[in-house]
């Protein structure tokens, strides 16, 4: 059973930086990629980061040169650095891991709200 789990997320102001956690247990396999996706109101569901134990990412054109995803292989985390943040990044985002990066996610966390004002 993988069980992913987020803490950071909040309100800040345009321009300003928040970072996203997030800690996985489980599969080995299941957490070979791990990241970030955001879901806005009335919107579908988007990726934002993700990274391999490896270290390949892979990031949305939105958010290239603002946010970094880093990973730590031995506790298994997923760290998100957002700077530069933007009304247009608020979203519920949530932690995400699968078999590539690639692949679907096969698992999610519970979400955590981001808020940013103009």
């Known amino acids: 059973q993988v069980q992913l789990v987020e803490s950071g997320g909040g309100l800040v102001q345009a321009g300003g930086s928040l970072r996203l956690s997030c800690e996985g247990s489980?599969?080995?396999?299941?957490?070979?990629?791990m990241g970030w996706y955001r879901q806005a109101p009335g919107k579908q569901r988007e990726l934002v980061a993700t990274?391999?134990?490896?270290?390949?990412?892979k990031y949305a054109d939105s958010v290239k040169g603002r946010f970094t995803i880093s990973r730590s292989n031995v506790r298994n985390t997923v760290t998100l650095q957002m700077s530069s943040l933007k009304p247009e990044d608020s979203a519920v985002y949530y932690c995400?891991?699968?078999?590539?990066?690639?692949?679907?996610?096969?698992?999610w966390g519970q979400g955590t709200q981001v808020t940013v004002s103009s």
């Open positions: 995400a891991a699968g078999r590539c990066i690639d692949c679907p996610p096969g698992y």
């Open positions: 489980g599969s080995y396999l299941s957490l070979t990629s």
């Open positions: 990274i391999t134990r490896g270290g390949n990412t």
